[in-house]
């Protein structure tokens, strides 16, 4: 079992900054990917950073150059810098903790016990004009 805690987010103006942080916490061999997702009100929910245990970083396109996605492996812990915030940016920003070594690996080579992702409660990030 994996545990999910997200901490960080709160409100800012355009152009601001805010720092997210995400601990990964239980049996650790079901860790290994982790990342962040975002869904905005009446939106699905989209990816945002992804971060794998080896520190390989991948981001979505409305976020490169403004986001940074950085891991305490030994921790099981990440974190997300948000710069240039713009309002676009308002959603509720979820951590996603994942057996796989890569997103599109597939979960059946993995033990039984960890053939599944885990998400934390969500954190409300609010960008004001």
């Known amino acids: 079992q994996v545990h999910v805690v997200e901490s960080g987010g709160g409100s800012v103006q355009a152009g601001g900054s805010l720092r997210l942080s995400c601990v990964a916490s239980?049996?650790?061999?079901?860790?290994?990917?982790m990342g962040w997702y975002r869904q905005a009100p009446g939106k699905e929910r989209v990816f945002v950073a992804g971060?794998?245990?080896?520190?390989?970083?991948r981001y979505a396109d409305s976020v490169k150059g403004r986001f940074t996605i950085s891991r305490d492996g030994d921790k099981n812990t990440i974190y997300l810098q948000m710069s240039g915030l713009e309002p676009e940016d308002t959603a509720v920003y979820y951590c996603?903790?994942?057996?796989?070594?890569?997103?599109?690996?597939?979960?059946?080579?993995?033990?039984?016990?960890?053939?599944?992702?885990?998400w934390g409660q969500g954190a409300q990030v609010t960008v004001s004009s």
């Open positions: 239980g049996d650790s061999i079901c860790v290994r990917l």
């Open positions: 971060i794998t245990n080896t520190g390989g970083t």
């Open positions: 996603n903790a994942d057996p796989r070594q890569d997103y599109g690996d597939s979960y059946n080579l993995l033990p039984y016990h960890c053939q599944r992702e885990y």
